[in-house]
């Protein structure tokens, strides 16, 4: 691993706000940005009303207490039980990329962390291309998103997704295939390179044989005896005749300190910085590993984000935003109006920006930050938001007077609605006195001044909504839009 400098020195003691250091808008901001996809006006008022230690607690208990979603009718469904399945599976794939599209729009942390998870849990849709797939993938990602680890990595490694993705249906003691024994430490639980052995993968390998018994596309995957290895294994210097369940206890047994150092970084890099600070990477660890929440997810992120570390102020901004949370984050943060259709066209969308939901690039995942950046995705950016906003326009040009008014109320101050606008859009708002004087001329537009000057203008004037959206117009385009 490379060497990472962070500026971030502060520590994981518990924020509280000071004269100094006091719980604002911009701090809400950043966390709704980090922890979900942002916030509506009503829900930073809310924010600005409690401890900061209390919105924490209440997020993660919202997301702790939010039930999976429903299954369909479908949730089961091999291919036998379609009437037909070419043109009813591609439909059903659609709806519940539409759902999960929603349930990130309208819920917070527990999608994030369903995100987070199906980047880190790998699988590709199209190599498996089943609703029925599809959806129990998505549900054992829902429900161990902010629970324990250890039974994360069981359940999630049984999912007839990953049993097609990483060629478990294939594994037999006949045939051996490696592929999910080394994913399982390279990538979901150790790092690469990091305390196994291509002998330990080997031997791994044999052990999770016998996830064979399948009748149909789509179908159920049983364990069958007769293609399961019963014979002698020895994993991380472990003797027996070691099943799936064994490997994941002898894992968490012998390996526990460098497994949740390993996911208390990959959370870290996600919710804080790419630059690590080992020594809050080391404590979150810790938390992991105490006897009292042995492995339990939510504890961890407790502490961080109630830290003065998360609320440190080199925090905000480090980040680029990927494909979904310029989205998402865009919907959340202005309030506009969106339709099913133009849902499904941002589902496209994102995924020619590179992040098609439930399809990362390959087994590593996306990478994340600057990858998400090149000259062709930042043009597409741009665009895909002059589409979003031309909608609006073109539907009710009300919306951008109506979203101006909520962030300046009664005033006719053209730089005070213009800051407003950026600091509501734009994490830390920009950084000179010019840029906002900059922002303020395209906000002006052909109005004369002395109607400014004068007190005469308003956000009542016919212009209003065209001067609003021509600010938007600038907005997206600024370097500083393009992070959280």
């Known amino acids: 691993m490379s060497e990472t400098i962070t500026c971030n020195t502060t520590s994981l003691d518990v924020y ?18 980090r922890i979900a996809f942002g916030a509506t006006e009503q829900e930073i008022s809310n924010a600005l009303s409690m401890t900061p230690s209390d919105f924490i607690d209440g997020l993660v208990d919202e997301a702790i207490n939010l039930a999976p979603t429903e299954a369909p009718f479908w949730a089961f469904w091999g291919q036998n039980d379609f009437t037909n399945f070419n043109d009813d599976n591609i439909a059903y794939l659609e709806d519940w990329q539409l759902q999960a599209f929603d349930n990130m729009l309208n819920h917070g942390l527990r999608e994030r962390l369903s995100l987070f998870w199906s980047n880190h849990f790998v699988t590709q849709l199209e190599s498996y291309f089943c609703a029925s797939y599809l959806y129990q993938y998505y549900n054992v990602l829902q429900t161990y998103a902010i629970g324990n680890f250890k039974d994360f990595v069981h359940d999630i490694g049984l999912t007839p997704a990953m049993l097609v993705y990483l060629n478990g249906l294939e594994n037999t003691k006949f045939s051996p295939n490696e592929n999910y024994a080394r994913e399982l430490y390279e990538l979901f639980t150790l790092g690469a390179n990091n305390g196994y052995t291509q002998q330990d993968i080997e031997e791994t390998s044999r ?233 303020t001329d395209i906000f002006k537009g052909d109005v004369p001044e002395n109607y400014y000057t004068d007190g005469t203008w308003n956000l009542f004037w016919d212009t209003a909504p065209w001067q609003i959206i021509n600010l938007f117009f600038y907005i997206i385009k600024m370097p500083e839009y393009q992070l959280k």
Request: with cysteine; hydrophobic share 40%; net charge negative.
């Open 16 to 33: 509280v706000p000071t004269t100094e250091n006091p719980w604002d808008r911009e701090k809400v901001m950043h966390a709704y940005r």
């Open 207 to 439: 052990a999770l044989t016998g996830y064979n018994g399948w009748t149909e596309y789509c179908g159920v995957i049983n364990f069958t005896l007769n293609t399961f290895d019963n014979t002698e294994k020895t994993i991380f210097e472990q003797v027996g005749e070691w099943n799936y369940g064994d490997v994941i206890n002898i894992l968490f047994e012998q390996k526990d300190d460098l497994i949740a150092t390993y996911i208390c970084r990959k959370l870290y890099t996600y919710f804080v910085s790419p630059s690590v600070n080992e020594d809050i990477v080391a404590q979150m660890a810790a938390t992991f590993l105490d006897s009292d929440n042995l492995y339990e997810i939510a504890p961890v992120l407790r502490q961080l984000f109630k830290s003065q570390h998360f609320f440190d102020k080199k925090v905000p901004g480090v980040i680029v935003k990927s494909p979904i949370d310029l989205t998402i984050g865009y919907l959340k943060e202005t309030g506009f109006t969106i339709t099913e259709d133009n849902r499904n066209a941002l589902i496209y969308f994102n995924g020619q920006l590179g992040q098609r939901i439930f399809d990362p690039v390959d087994v590593a995942g996306w990478q994340r930050d600057h990858d998400w950046i090149n000259s062709s995705t930042l043009t597409a950016r741009w665009l895909i938001h002059e589409w979003m906003l031309w909608w609006v326009w073109n539907n009710d040009q009300e919306e951008f007077r109506n979203f101006a008014l909520e962030l300046a109320g009664g005033s006719n101050d053209p730089a005070f609605i213009t800051k407003a606008i950026v600091d509501r859009l734009v994490t830390n708002g920009f950084q000179t006195a010019s840029d906002y004087d900059n922002a």
